[in-house]
């Protein structure tokens, strides 16, 4: 979806080597039978899927080298960025730059042959796809609800015991039935039994129950990296 915002059009066929999102079996030759969701991406945006042969890697060299020389070129020596957001930044930076290179053999550089190609995308289609997977979700005694072994928090006076989830790539949504609205949003963790709190869900209780401030565990975790002048506030 990033890849078509940025070329702003679709192309006619992509190639894939068998990803598990998009390949739920690969059966004889090409043919395969593909993930529902990858088809309803695929539908969506109207182009072909082409899925190369098993441990083929020259079908694909012109992707492999050009994977090895952004990583040799913009990701050496390793990269230090405080989320995806920032390194993707870099690196669609880094692809705007590397347009202007003329590579060997080439009598034009990458950015003209491009302009040359971009005639022949499909336009991008009027609604853009909501590729979140949705799951439905009970809040647990401590105003979270679970995703993937993960705990979200929720704000403790507007949640509701049955709740839905949009997870994303790189965010997890929560939402009341029935509203447009996210309740939460959290960056999302790949990590294993964590607690990603918002300390702000919490403050209504604990104006509540004030008591329970210096104990309870998003606070807890918040005063390990808040600034010294709230801890002098407090």
Not at 128 to 155: F, G, H, K
Request: hydrophobic share 35%.
């Amino acid at each position: 979806v990033e890849a078509f915002k940025h070329f702003e059009g679709v192309v006619q066929r992509i190639s894939y080597d068998n990803l598990k999102v998009a390949v739920l079996e690969i059966l004889r030759g090409k043919k395969r039978i593909e993930q529902e969701r990858f088809i309803v991406f695929r539908s969506h945006y109207l182009f072909e899927s082409h899925f190369c042969t098993p441990g083929a890697g020259h079908e694909k060299g012109g992707v492999e080298h050009g994977v090895g020389y952004m990583r040799r070129n913009y990701m050496t020596p390793l990269l230090k960025v405080n989320s995806y957001q920032e390194l993707n930044a870099l690196l669609r930076q880094s692809c705007l730059e590397d347009d202007e290179r003329q590579v060997a053999g080439q009598s034009r550089t990458i950015k003209a042959a491009w302009e040359e190609e971009r005639p022949y995308l499909r336009p991008l289609p009027k609604d853009e796809l909501d590729y979140s997977r949705s799951l439905a979700v009970i809040l647990n005694p401590y105003s979270q609800v679970v995703v993937e072994t993960n705990r979200y928090s929720v704000p403790t006076d507007k949640g509701v015991k049955a709740l839905t989830v949009k997870l994303y790539p790189f965010r997890v949504e929560i939402y009341r039935p029935g509203e447009k609205e996210p309740l939460a949003v959290h960056p999302r963790s790949y990590g294993h039994q964590e607690d990603i709190f918002d300390p702000l869900h919490y403050l209504p209780l604990l104006e509540k129950r004030p008591g329970a401030f210096n104990h309870a565990r998003p606070i807890r975790q918040w005063r390990t990296t808040w600034p010294a002048v709230y801890e002098t506030l407090l």
